[in-house]
């Protein structure tokens, strides 16, 4: 087989192990850095594989409003176990240590998420996730605000309050003790703006 041929293989082949190991979507951005900081392939090049991954089946392409994400198929699974003995033990071992270091921050940004859209009547839906680590949503709030500074505002206090504020919802949901009075006040003036069917 042609070095040449041989080399792209195998940068596709890292990719889909890299993917693999993660257990995550992996972002455009970390496949990049990974591929970047080990010199296996330049910018243009990850873009390139990435694309043919993805055209082949063998990655499954997600976006979301400022990422896109990769996860592996079934097929390119299959492939990963077939195909394993044409990647390096360099480069293997490069993978798994680089898995070991950053699955825990990677993890942390995919499992915390904010965001805010525009809607029609010129009002912002903030949408705030919690997952845990295989990807099922632990909690999910969209809050409609008035202008986009509230959003930015909201999806900066969930990230950095995430854990005190899942716990305070919790809490809340299930002993229903914190002011039940005010609360329930709240929840009539809200009843009042919504007809009986």
Known sequence: MDYSVSRLAENKLIILYLVEKMGIALSNSEICQFS?????????????????????????????????????????????????????????????????????????????????????????????????????NLMEISVPVATQQQAQMICKNWKKNVSRLYGNILTLLISGTVENEKTSHQFKAKEENFPKN
């Open 36 to 136: 970047l900081e080990k010199n296996y392939m330049d910018y243009f090049s990850v873009q390139q594989y990435l694309s043919e991954l993805v055209d082949a089946g063998w990655l499954e392409k997600n976006r979301d409003k400022n990422n896109t994400r990769y996860t592996l198929t079934d097929e390119g699974e299959e492939i990963i176990h077939y195909f394993i003995k044409h990647i390096s033990e360099e480069a293997k071992n490069e993978i798994n240590l680089y898995v070991q270091e950053n699955s825990r921050r990677i993890r942390a940004e995919y499992e915390v998420t904010a965001h805010y859209f525009l809607e029609l009547n010129n009002d912002y839906l903030v949408k705030c996730t919690l997952c845990d680590g295989d990807g099922t």
